[in-house]
Structures are given as structure tokens and as C-alpha cells.
């Protein structure tokens, strides 16, 4: 026996006793979505080929809660902002040990918003003295409601309307009142009457429920995991901060309070700070009601 194939087979008897690398666990990623723009909803669907008890999501720079489906099966809700650039972008999927390591692109394309004008009353366009500290305030209690978003997700299967009539305002729409640019339109207006009853979307936390300078008689639901709705406008509300609302309750009536031109609902959502379009949320995870084509 040559001394070479000695060598080769010493090599061969170390490697069976050696310790065996576990090789990484492979895992599926893919998405759900209207379209890749600002505004959008994506659903991620994550599939790893064992059970895994944590996984985390990172996109545009920031976190995204997922949630297991089942043992192998995990979803996670990810917002384009109104303000995301064209491009490519990477969601990173992994365990915090590292185990699970997996990327997945979003070309993300870019969409023309129109402009709506309108005018209102001017004190809602330059408040007078007396209404900044008011102003600032209400800017003040909002970031501290978007950075305390319950870890639980109250949400289950579905979204409900919360009103049966149709959107007449395009979420994004670049807005100007009495003749001055403002912020984009960050939500989705419904040609509903005054009086019209609007139900929770789903389940939530009521994370606000009061009179705003700018939004009027204004709830803000936490569906928790970072997800937020938005209503505004409203002549009457029908519930209190820190109550837990199920799918279909009552949170009010739509009126014109604030900022309006008349009366309607404006519905908003956030998804950890990113705006995206309420119909959006409701065409991936809307349960259908008659009559509610938009």
C-alpha cells in the first residue's frame, strides 16, 4: 500500500468520526400583493422545511412581526411607504440563532398620484396662535400611540368594511387647500352620510378616542404587531380608550368634523409607521360584502 492511499484512507477513517455540520434548514419565501408600489400591502408566506418557534422579518430598513400559520408556515404583513423610492429591495428572513437565513426581492415600481384641491375653513389650513400648543400636543400623543403597538396580534383571518359605501378619494392623492400644498391624502375617503354607523374592521385595542384638532371626533384602533387603523370625522364615538372591540362593533357615526369639505369617513392604516392603502388591506384580507366595489 502506497503511502498516498494510506493517507487517503486515514482521511476517509477521521471524517466518519469526525462531527457531522448540521446543513441549514432550507426555506420558501414568496408574496402576495395588488401591485409592488408606495401605498401597497405585501403578505409574505414563509415555509421552512422543519418547525422553527421564532423567525424575524426585516424590510426597508425595519422590522416586520410575523406570525406562525402553523408549525412550518409563517406570514408577516409588510408596508410600502408612500415615500419608498423604485428599486429592488431585499426582505430578510432568519431565526435569531441563524439557523434559517433566506432573502427575497421586491421590485418595487413607481406610481403618479393626482392631486385633489380643496378648500375648507381656513383656520384648519393656517391655525390661528391659540391652536398650535393644541396641534402639537395631538402630534405628541400620535407618535407615542405609533411606537406602543400591542405585541399580541388581536387581528385573526379577516378584515371587515367599516362601511358599506364606496371610496371616492384615492389613497396618496397630493393634497392642496385654499391653494397651499399639504401632506398626501394618507388614507381612503367614503362617500358615506352623516349618521352612517362604522364598524371595527376587526378585532383591537381602542388606542385613542377623542376629539383632534385636524381629524375632529377621531378613533384609532391597535390591531397590535404594529398595525393600526384610522378614523376620522366622526359625529358621535361610540367607545373608550383601552377597550378591546371584536370584528363588526360599533365605534361611532360618520359626521364632518375637522378638516372636511362634508361629510364622510376617512379610514387610514399604518403598518409599523409606513402608510398604505386601507384598500389595499381589504383586497388581500377583506372579507367580500355585497355592494362594497370600489
Do not use: C
Not at 406562525?68 to 426582505?91: F, H, M, N
Not at 387647500?177 to 381612503?188: I, L
Amino acid at each position: 500500500m502506497t503511502a498516498m492511499v494510506r493517507v487517503l484512507m486515514l482521511g476517509l477513517a477521521l471524517g466518519l468520526l469526525a462531527p457531522q455540520t448540521a446543513p441549514p434548514r432550507s426555506v420558501t419565501v414568496k408574496h402576495t400583493a395588488r401591485a409592488l408600489q408606495p401605498g401597497e400591502l405585501v403578505v409574505l408566506t414563509i415555509v421552512t422545511a422543519q418547525a422553527v418557534s421564532q423567525l424575524q422579518v426585516r424590510a426597508f430598513d425595519q422590522e416586520f412581526a410575523p406570525f406562525a400559520v402553523d408549525e412550518r408556515t409563517w406570514k408577516a404583513l409588510i408596508g410600502i411607504d408612500l415615500d419608498v423610492k423604485p428599486g429592488s429591495y431585499l426582505v430578510a428572513v432568519s431565526t435569531p440563532a441563524g439557523d434559517v437565513r433566506a432573502s427575497h426581492s421586491l421590485a418595487v415600481v413607481a406610481k403618479k398620484f393626482p392631486t385633489r384641491r380643496l378648500t375648507v375653513d381656513e383656520s384648519f389650513v393656517n391655525p390661528p396662535p391659540e391652536a398650535l400648543e393644541r396641534i402639537q400636543r395631538d402630534a405628541e400623543d400620535l407618535e407615542k400611540i405609533w411606537s406602543s403597538s400591542a405585541a399580541e396580534r388581536f387581528w385573526q383571518d379577516f378584515f371587515l368594511r367599516p362601511v358599506p359605501d364606496k371610496s371616492n378619494s384615492a389613497f396618496g392623492k397630493r393634497s392642496v387647500f385654499n391653494g397651499q400644498p399639504r401632506s398626501p391624502h394618507g388614507g381612503a375617503d367614503f362617500l358615506s352620510p352623516s349618521g352612517r354607523p362604522i364598524v371595527s374592521p376587526s378585532r383591537a385595542r381602542v388606542a385613542l378616542a377623542r376629539d383632534l384638532y385636524y381629524t375632529g371626533n377621531t378613533v384609532i384602533l391597535d390591531h397590535g404587531a404594529g398595525l393600526f387603523s384610522i378614523f376620522a370625522h366622526l359625529s358621535v364615538i361610540k367607545v373608550k380608550e383601552d377597550e378591546i372591540v371584536t370584528s363588526g362593533q360599533a365605534l361611532g357615526k360618520v359626521g364632518a368634523t375637522g378638516r372636511v369639505t362634508g361629510p364622510h369617513l376617512h379610514w387610514a392604516v399604518r403598518l409599523n409607521g409606513t402608510r398604505i392603502d386601507p384598500l389595499a388591506l381589504l383586497a388581500l384580507l377583506g372579507k367580500p360584502t355585497a355592494g362594497s366595489e370600489d
